[in-house]
């Protein structure tokens, strides 16, 4: 914020008094004799070592004259003067700010300077003053506060990070002899915590210690830190990026052998790789039982076959390999075959398509048979009911003329007479001996057989099985 300060016209002279001073101040603002005013900042914030810039503007009436502006300084209770500008004369530069000091475009309206190199020294209350005809002078102070700008950066902790160990210092963020104390934090999606150490320093300087602390895992190794530090001297937040490095053990897996080794191939060999923090300093090959076959050489972590292979190549080879850590061991059990395996991949892709291709149809034939519909058997119901009329349930009752078996004589005399079958009212003795079970038949439901020499009429609706 800027800082005003006005200066106004004051005659005191003994001879005037009373009514005859205040007339005298009233004509003497009428006559335009205001007020010049000087403009600077309240507070400013240095930062050691780099240069700072002090504002002083003036605002002069056009009726008075700017003589003269200059600088002071007060520290530890004593005044003194860094800097002055005469519009006539020119600029001047006290001894101890010579090389460091200088009006930034001096003028009648622009009294800033700029401080270059600043030190701790340099703090202290700084006044511009402004020296008018005729009014006198005219100031205004501002007070210079010396930051320091933390000197940051990480560290690893004081002991190594070991897989399966206790918790620890993993990091440590610094920000050191800052003024005021800089605000230090961690950015991380690990399981830790953070802890605070404040150390003071000389000339009201502050380092701050910002610990991470957490449990070393083999499953975390390379995972990053982030270090964030803010400061008022500092532009923008300070952030440094840290990778931890997780010592384990080797991690082993022996490759090269598909299971197709068989008695006369070449170019085959076993590789023996390890993932280990830091690097294994050591490869060990060796087959259970047995030594290792003539004709192989172990080049690195590779056991190398430099000839055809042999049916006494069959083993179980193992591998080992140690750094500073510890050590792991992995084997892996070979087996020479007389020929090599006849399926190819092209066969067995093939012969997995050709199976699919049966499965389909299969499906499909399942499908057709379940949808297409089939003739329906005769059930046993069916057949009862489709038996010869003896064998069913006689019909219902109703009176109708009576027949009865006929010979040819008796049908030709029956003929003769269409509306009746007999004469009178008795009902021969023949109906009578007739089970109550048959049914009553008429003419045309008899049909005429040749039994010997009579034609016998039989109904043919009554079957005998």
């Given at each position: 914020m800027a800082g005003r300060m006005s200066f106004h016209c004051h005659?005191?002279?003994?001879?005037?008094?009373?009514?005859?001073?205040?007339?005298?101040?009233?004509i003497c603002s009428l006559k335009g004799v205001r007020s010049n005013q000087v403009v600077v900042d309240q507070h400013v914030m240095a930062v050691l070592g780099k240069n700072i810039t002090l504002m002083c503007t003036v605002e002069v009436e056009k009726n008075l004259s700017l003589t003269q502006t200059s600088w002071e300084r007060k520290a530890n209770g004593n005044t003194s003067t860094l800097a002055v500008y005469n519009p006539i004369?020119?600029?001047?530069?006290?001894?101890?700010?010579?090389?460091?000091?200088?009006?930034?475009?001096?003028?009648?309206e622009d009294a800033t300077i700029v401080l270059e190199d600043v030190s701790f020294a340099d703090t202290g209350l700084y006044t511009c003053k402004v020296a008018t005809f005729p009014l006198g002078n005219t100031q205004a102070s501002t007070t210079v506060t010396v930051m320091v700008e933390p000197k940051v950066y990480v560290s690893a902790g004081s002991a190594p990070l070991i897989d399966g160990g206790n918790e620890t210092v993993v990091a440590i963020c610094t920000a050191e002899k800052g003024k005021p104390m800089a605000e230090v934090s961690w950015e991380t999606?690990?399981?830790?915590?953070?802890?605070?150490?404040?150390i003071d320093e000389p000339n009201d300087t502050i380092t701050m210690?910002?610990?991470?602390?957490w449990v070393p895992t083999r499953f975390q190794r390379d995972r990053k830190l982030t270090c964030v530090v803010r400061h008022p001297a500092l532009e923008t937040e300070f952030r440094i990026p840290y990778t931890l490095h997780v010592q384990y053990a080797p991690e082993i897996d022996i490759t090269g052998y598909d299971g197709n080794w068989y008695i006369g191939r070449e170019n085959v060999h076993l590789t023996c790789r390890a993932d280990a923090n830091p690097p294994p300093a050591r490869y060990t090959w060796t087959r259970l039982g047995d030594e290792l076959p003539a004709g192989v050489q172990i080049v690195n972590d590779t056991l190398v076959f430099s000839r055809a292979l042999e049916r006494n190549d069959s083993g179980v080879y193992r591998c080992e390999v140690a750094n500073d850590i510890g050590h792991q061991a992995k084997q892996r059990e070979i087996r020479i075959q007389d020929v090599p395996l006849k399926q190819t991949s092209t066969v067995a892709v093939a012969s997995a398509v050709i199976g699919a291709i049966l499965a389909l149809l299969l499906i499909a034939v399942f499908i057709i048979v379940l949808l297409t519909p089939r003739k329906r058997e005769p059930s046993y119901l069916d057949k009862v009911i489709d038996l010869p009329p003896t064998h069913k349930?006689?019909?219902?009752?109703?009176?109708?003329?009576?027949?009865?078996?006929?010979?040819?004589?008796q049908m030709h005399t029956r003929k003769s007479d269409s509306h009746h079958l007999f004469q009178?009212?008795?009902?021969?003795?023949?109906?009578?001996?007739?089970?109550?079970?048959?049914?009553?038949?008429?003419?045309?439901?008899?049909?005429?057989?040749?039994s010997g020499s009579e034609k016998v009429y039989i109904n043919h609706r009554e079957h005998y099985v």
């Open positions: 005659w005191n002279t003994p001879i005037f008094s009373g009514l005859k001073t205040t007339l005298l101040l009233f004369y020119g600029i001047s530069i006290a001894e101890e700010y010579q090389g460091r000091l200088n009006f930034k475009t001096p003028s009648k999606d690990l399981f830790g915590h953070s802890e605070r150490k404040v210690e910002m610990q991470y602390r349930h006689p019909p219902e009752y109703t009176e109708r003329a009576v027949s009865i078996p006929l010979t040819v004589n009178g009212n008795t009902i021969p003795d023949y109906w009578e001996h007739r089970s109550s079970s048959h049914e009553q038949l008429s003419y045309q439901e008899w049909i005429c057989h040749t």
